[in-house]
Nanobody, 127 residues
Framework: QVHLVESGGGSVQAGGSLRLSCAAS????????MGWFRQAPGKEREGVAA????????YIADSVKGRFTISQDNAKNTLYLQMNSLKPEDTAMYYC????????????????????WGQGTQVTVSS
């Protein structure tokens, strides 16, 4: 059974950094496409970073390009989101997602492409 558990969220001041982790179990993360999404109160869920299976080049949303980096440690079966130069508008619940078998066509920033989700970790950035 696939499980995703996020951690690393917290409260930081603008300009600070956080690294989110997504520990996966029940499958090998390099076999699945993975993504990070966020959702702020009253807003739709937004994809911020994604990586296609073993593909080298990640996808980074324009809103976070140059500040956020997605990576994975296959030995630890863990996905990461390094967030630098954080802004108050980055405040949201952040979710890790995976597309496993049966997930259909993969669009990196479409939540419909993913069939496994973590419970989320809160990131709050104060000005």
């Amino acid at each position: 059974q696939v499980h995703l558990v996020e951690s690393g969220g917290g409260s930081v001041q603008a300009g600070g950094s956080l690294r989110l982790s997504c520990a996966a179990s029940g499958y090998i993360i390099s076999d699945y496409s993975m993504g990070w999404f966020r959702q702020a109160p009253g807003k739709e869920r937004e994809g911020v970073a994604a990586i296609y299976k073993r593909h080298v080049s990640p996808y980074i949303a324009d809103s976070v390009k140059g500040r956020f980096t997605i990576s994975q440690d296959n030995a630890k079966n863990t996905l990461y989101l390094q967030m630098n130069s954080l802004k108050p508008e980055d405040t949201a619940m952040y979710y890790c997602a995976a597309q496993g078998p049966g997930g259909g066509v993969w669009w990196p920033f479409s939540s419909l492409s993913y069939n496994y989700w973590g419970q989320g970790t809160q990131v709050t950035v104060s000005s």
